[in-house]
């Protein structure tokens, strides 16, 4: 069972990782948008998923948190399960 401090470190990595996903979508919806109202909304989405993926990024290495490749793997197939969702799409 693990211990409070690497759930802890654990939790970080998944909001880092979804963070950075988070901002994947939002510059491939922004490439996707025509409409100009749209566009205007993705690139706000963009810049605040950027600006929450750098904070999120800079707390982990204020923390010391440094990842192998195996756990770089691991939280990203771990996030692969989520599905994508582009706010103002129909599927």
Known sequence: MPTP???DREDLCYLVQGAR????Q???YFNWVT???LIDYAIYWS???QCR????LQLAKEQGITLSW???IRFSLARERTP????GCER
Request: proline residues 7%; without cysteine.
């Open 70 to 72: 195996g756990e770089v």
């Open 26 to 28: 939002a510059r491939d």
């Open 35 to 37: 409409e100009p109202g």
């Open 53 to 56: 993926y750098h904070y999120l």
């Open 84 to 87: 994508r969702y582009y706010p």
């Open 5 to 7: 401090i690497e759930r």
């Open 21 to 24: 996903e988070e901002w994947q």
């Open 47 to 49: 810049l605040a998923a």
